[in-house]
C-alpha cells in the first residue's frame, strides 16, 4: 500500500498536483481499504491471500500491521466497518461468503462468523405471495412493489389485478402491451410511472419512459422465463454498507441480489433480499442522504435505485442505463456520489469512461448527465476528493486526477497523473 497527496497539503482544494509520499505498509493484493471510524486504524481486504488485515497508522504515510489477518473466504473483495467501530463486514467474490468480524477496544480482528449462504431466486419458482385483501385504490402501488420484490409472475399479478374492483379483469396469459393498455386505461392505483417502469420490465418489454433501461427480468409479464445462462451461476458477494436502524446491505453479483441484514456483535442474521434482473450483476453500492441506496450493476452497466418502505422491507423503485454511449462489452465498477448528493458517478472498463447522473426528485430517480474520458486504462475504482476526481487505472499504473465542475457536476480533462503500480483503491484519510 502506497501514500500520496493530492494538492497542497494546506489548500482547501485537491486539484493540484499528485505526490506519493511513500510506502505505507507491504500488503499482498489489497483491493479495498477501510477506515476504522474513530481509531487510527486501516482495514485491507487481502484478495490473493482470502483475509482481512488490520494496520495502525504510525505516521502521516506509514502503517504497521495490528494483530493477526482472519479468513474472510475466497478472494475477498470488499470490507466495510460498522459505524461504532464494533465490527466489520467481508464480501469474498470467489466464493460469494459474507463474513462478520468482530473488532476489539484496540481496533484488532477478532472472531469470525460466515452469514447464511446465498441461494438463487432464479434458480426455482418462488412461493406464491399471498394477494388475499393486498390491493385497494390506496394501496395498490406500494403492494405491486413489493410483489414484484417477492417474485410474483405473471398469472399471480394478474389474478390480483382481475380481483382488484377498478380494475377489468386480465387473463393469466395476457401479454406485456395487453396489460399496459388496461392499466392506462384505468383509474387504478397502479397507473403510476414509477409501477409501470416495474411492470415494462418483462422480457418482451421495452425501454422503459424517460430514457430508462427496461428492467428486464423484474417481473415477466408475458409468461415466458428468461434464457439459461451459459454458464453456471455462482454466488459471488461485492460489496457492503451500514444502513440506518441496524441493516447491513450486501451484494450477490453472481445470484442478482441485494441482501438486507440485522447486526449486531455476533453476526449478522438476514432479514429480506431484493432480486434484480437476471444477469445484472450488482456490484458496487451507494447510500444516498435521502436515504435511497444506489446499486451500480457490472454486467449490463445499469444504476437501479431502492427505498424502505414504512415496515422497513426495501424494495426497487426506478433504474437507469448509467450512460447512452457506453459499450456492449462495458463492464461497471465503482459507484459514488458527490459530495452534496446532487451526482452520482460510475466508472465504466472497456470504453473506459466515468458516467455521470444527476439525483432527481427526493432521490428516488436518476437522470443521464454525461458520459466522460476517464483519461487512464480500466478504471477500477474513483473518488471524489473535494473539487477533484481521482480515478485508480488498473491497467495503465497510475491515478489521474479530474477537475468536477462544481455546477454541473461534470469532470474535465486530467490535470494531473500519479504513477502507482495496478492501484485499486483509493482511501482518502482524516
Request: proline fraction near 8%; include cysteine; glycine fraction near 12%.
Given at each position: 500500500?502506497?501514500?500520496?497527496?493530492?494538492?497542497?497539503?494546506?489548500?482547501?482544494?485537491?486539484?493540484?498536483?499528485l505526490?506519493?509520499?511513500?510506502?505505507?505498509?507491504?500488503?499482498?493484493?489489497?483491493?479495498?481499504?477501510?477506515?476504522?471510524?474513530?481509531?487510527?486504524?486501516?482495514?485491507?481486504?487481502?484478495?490473493?491471500?482470502?483475509?482481512?488485515?488490520?494496520?495502525?497508522?504510525?505516521?502521516?504515510?506509514?502503517?504497521?500491521?495490528?494483530?493477526?489477518?482472519?479468513?474472510?473466504?475466497?478472494?475477498?473483495?470488499?470490507?466495510?466497518?460498522?459505524?461504532?467501530?464494533?465490527?466489520?463486514?467481508?464480501?469474498?467474490?470467489?466464493?460469494?461468503?459474507?463474513?462478520?468480524?468482530?473488532?476489539?477496544?484496540?481496533?484488532?480482528?477478532?472472531?469470525?462468523?460466515?452469514?447464511?449462504?446465498?441461494?438463487?431466486?432464479?434458480?426455482?419458482?418462488?412461493?406464491?405471495?399471498?394477494?388475499?385483501?393486498l390491493?385497494d385504490?390506496?394501496?395498490?402501488?406500494?403492494?405491486?412493489?413489493?410483489?414484484?420484490?417477492?417474485?410474483?409472475?405473471?398469472?399471480?399479478?394478474?389474478?390480483?389485478l382481475?380481483?382488484?374492483?377498478?380494475?377489468?379483469?386480465?387473463?393469466?396469459?395476457?401479454?406485456?402491451?395487453?396489460?399496459?393498455a388496461?392499466?392506462?386505461?384505468?383509474?387504478?392505483?397502479?397507473?403510476?410511472?414509477?409501477?409501470?417502469?416495474?411492470?415494462?420490465?418483462?422480457?418482451?418489454g421495452?425501454?422503459?419512459?424517460?430514457?430508462?433501461?427496461?428492467?428486464?427480468?423484474?417481473?415477466?409479464?408475458?409468461?415466458?422465463?428468461?434464457?439459461?445462462?451459459?454458464?453456471?451461476?455462482?454466488?459471488?458477494a461485492h460489496?457492503?454498507?451500514?444502513?440506518?436502524?441496524?441493516?447491513?446491505?450486501t451484494?450477490?453479483?453472481?445470484?442478482?441480489?441485494?441482501?438486507?441484514?440485522?447486526?449486531?456483535?455476533?453476526?449478522?442474521?438476514?432479514?429480506?433480499?431484493?432480486?434484480?434482473?437476471?444477469?445484472?450483476?450488482?456490484?458496487?453500492?451507494?447510500?444516498?442522504?435521502?436515504?435511497?441506496?444506489?446499486?451500480?450493476?457490472?454486467?449490463?452497466?445499469?444504476?437501479?435505485?431502492?427505498?424502505?418502505?414504512?415496515?422497513?422491507?426495501?424494495?426497487?423503485?426506478?433504474?437507469?442505463?448509467?450512460?447512452?454511449?457506453?459499450?456492449?462489452?462495458?463492464?461497471?465498477a465503482?459507484?459514488?456520489?458527490?459530495?452534496?448528493?446532487?451526482?452520482?458517478?460510475?466508472?465504466?472498463?472497456?470504453?473506459?469512461?466515468?458516467?455521470?447522473?444527476?439525483?432527481?426528485?427526493?432521490?428516488?430517480?436518476?437522470?443521464?448527465?454525461?458520459?466522460?474520458?476517464?483519461?487512464?486504462?480500466?478504471?477500477?475504482?474513483?473518488?471524489?476528493?473535494?473539487?477533484?476526481?481521482?480515478?485508480a487505472?488498473?491497467?495503465?499504473?497510475?491515478?489521474?486526477?479530474?477537475?468536477?465542475?462544481?455546477?454541473?457536476?461534470?469532470?474535465?480533462?486530467?490535470?494531473?497523473?500519479?504513477?502507482?503500480?495496478?492501484?485499486q483503491?483509493?482511501?482518502?484519510?482524516?
Amino acid at each position: 500500500m502506497m501514500a500520496a497527496t493530492a494538492g497542497d497539503a494546506a489548500s482547501p482544494l485537491a486539484g493540484g498536483p499528485l505526490a506519493l509520499t511513500g510506502d505505507a505498509v507491504p500488503a499482498l493484493s489489497p483491493t479495498w481499504l477501510a477506515a476504522h471510524p474513530s481509531l487510527d486504524v486501516v482495514y485491507a481486504a487481502l484478495e490473493g491471500e482470502g483475509r482481512v488485515a488490520a494496520f495502525r497508522r504510525t505516521g502521516e504515510a506509514t502503517l504497521a500491521p495490528l494483530g493477526a489477518t482472519v479468513d474472510a473466504g475466497e478472494t475477498t473483495c470488499h470490507v466495510t466497518v460498522a459505524p461504532d467501530g464494533s465490527h466489520l463486514i467481508a464480501a469474498a467474490w470467489g466464493d460469494g461468503v459474507v463474513t462478520h468480524v468482530a473488532l476489539d477496544a484496540a481496533g484488532r480482528l477478532g472472531a469470525r462468523t460466515e452469514a447464511e449462504p446465498a441461494e438463487d431466486p432464479y434458480d426455482a419458482p418462488r412461493p406464491a405471495p399471498d394477494a388475499t385483501g393486498l390491493l385497494d385504490e390506496q394501496g395498490g402501488v406500494a403492494e405491486l412493489r413489493d410483489l414484484v420484490d417477492r417474485g410474483a409472475d405473471a398469472s399471480q399479478l394478474a389474478a390480483m389485478l382481475a380481483g382488484s374492483t377498478p380494475t377489468p379483469a386480465i387473463g393469466a396469459d395476457a401479454g406485456l402491451d395487453e396489460v399496459l393498455a388496461i392499466l392506462g386505461q384505468s383509474k387504478n392505483p397502479f397507473d403510476d410511472p414509477a409501477v409501470r417502469d416495474i411492470l415494462r420490465g418483462g422480457p418482451s418489454g421495452g425501454a422503459a419512459e424517460g430514457g430508462a433501461s427496461p428492467l428486464a427480468g423484474a417481473v415477466d409479464l408475458g409468461g415466458s422465463a428468461p434464457a439459461a445462462p451459459a454458464d453456471p451461476r455462482t454466488p459471488r458477494a461485492h460489496c457492503s454498507v451500514f444502513l440506518p436502524r441496524g441493516l447491513v446491505a450486501t451484494t450477490d453479483l453472481g445470484f442478482d441480489l441485494v441482501r438486507f441484514w440485522r447486526s449486531s456483535s455476533r453476526g449478522i442474521v438476514l432479514d429480506h433480499e431484493v432480486a434484480l434482473p437476471r444477469g445484472a450483476g450488482p456490484r458496487h453500492l451507494a447510500l444516498h442522504p435521502s436515504g435511497h441506496l444506489y446499486v451500480v450493476t457490472e454486467h449490463t452497466c445499469e444504476v437501479f435505485v431502492l427505498a424502505a418502505g414504512p415496515d422497513g422491507r426495501w424494495a426497487l423503485r426506478s433504474g437507469v442505463a448509467a450512460a447512452p454511449g457506453s459499450l456492449p462489452t462495458d463492464t461497471a465498477a465503482e459507484l459514488t456520489r458527490s459530495r452534496d448528493g446532487q451526482f452520482l458517478y460510475a466508472g465504466l472498463r472497456g470504453s473506459d469512461t466515468i458516467a455521470v447522473l444527476r439525483v432527481r426528485g427526493a432521490g428516488e430517480r436518476l437522470e443521464q448527465v454525461a458520459l466522460v474520458d476517464s483519461g487512464i486504462r480500466k478504471p477500477r475504482h474513483h473518488v471524489v476528493l473535494r473539487d477533484a476526481l481521482l480515478v485508480a487505472g488498473q491497467d495503465s499504473d497510475e491515478v489521474a486526477s479530474l477537475s468536477v465542475d462544481q455546477r454541473t457536476g461534470v469532470p474535465g480533462r486530467v490535470r494531473h497523473r500519479l504513477a502507482v503500480p495496478s492501484p485499486q483503491h483509493i482511501l482518502p484519510v482524516r
